[in-house]
T-cell receptor, first 113, second 114 residues
Framework: SQQGEEDPQALSIQEGENATMNCSYK?????LQWYRQNSGRGLVHLIL?????REKHSGRLRVTLDTSKKSSSLLITASRAADTASYFC?????????????FGAGTILRVKS | DSGVTQTPKHLITATGQRVTLRCSPR?????VYWYQQSLDQGLQFLIQ???????AKGNILERFSAQQFPDLHSELNLSSLELGDSALYFC?????????????FGPGTRLTVL
């Protein structure tokens, strides 16, 4: 089963509006990452927030992390049509000798111009 | 452009066939990961290599195998293909394969099994 669950599953907004996506996870984490995927293409790394951080900014992106609630949110401010994509949160799971990313189901964001 | 390259971009083949997907990590990255993305399963981890050695294995089918070569490129071999193997296969690389290191993804190989 997937570690992270995004909410909402789909979001449609007008250009210039803010978009907020939420992610919940089940186990304790070392860090949480957000990725963007344009239609059927590769995943682009957006931001990584560590478990001891509460908020992080990168350009128009703002990520918050609440480890007590096991949740994170991604805010995209002043959205643009080019932000239309799927957004995934991913947690970093430790394995015996390695590690893996565990992804949520993703939020499909559509920004209308 | 993440710096991770994957070939081919698209692959169409028939059930029962065998295919090889190729990945070149970012310059300087020692660890390679393979993921599968399908409509019903989402993004799933398959396998991790670090400097030529297998480090972690996910729910990778026995029909699938992978390796990382001395020049650090990796190949994912899929055999006895079934319709359900149709998916996007991603390769990712990280500098040291450690938890917390950013994984950079390639553009993916779209496999269609007819």
């Amino acid at each position: 089963s997937q570690q992270g669950e995004e909410d909402p599953q789909a979001l449609s907004i007008q250009e210039g509006e803010n978009a907020t996506m939420n992610c919940s996870y089940k186990t304790s984490i070392n860090n949480l990452q957000w990725y963007r995927q344009n239609s059927g293409r590769g995943l682009v790394h957006l931001i990584l927030i560590r478990s001891n951080e509460r908020e992080k900014h990168s350009g128009r992106l703002r990520v918050t992390l609440d480890t007590s609630k096991k949740s994170s949110s991604l805010l995209i401010t002043a959205s643009r049509a080019a932000d239309t994509a799927s957004y995934f949160c991913a947690t970093d799971a430790l394995m015996e000798y390695g590690n893996k990313l565990v992804f949520g189901a993703g939020t499909i964001l559509r920004v209308k111009s | 452009d993440s710096g991770v390259t994957q070939t081919p971009k698209h692959l169409i083949t028939a059930t029962g066939q065998r295919v090889t997907l190729r990945c070149s990590p970012r310059s300087g990255d020692l660890s390679v990961y393979w993921y599968q993305q399908s409509l019903d399963q989402g993004l799933q981890f398959l396998i991790q290599y670090y400097n030529g050695e297998e480090r972690a294995k996910g729910n990778i089918l026995e029909r699938f195998s992978a390796q990382q070569f001395p020049d650090l490129h990796s190949e994912l071999n899929l055999s006895s293909l079934e319709l359900g193997d149709s998916a996007l296969y991603f390769c990712a690389s990280s500098v040291d394969g450690r938890r917390g290191s950013t994984q950079y993804f390639g553009p993916g190989t779209r496999l269609t099994v007819l």
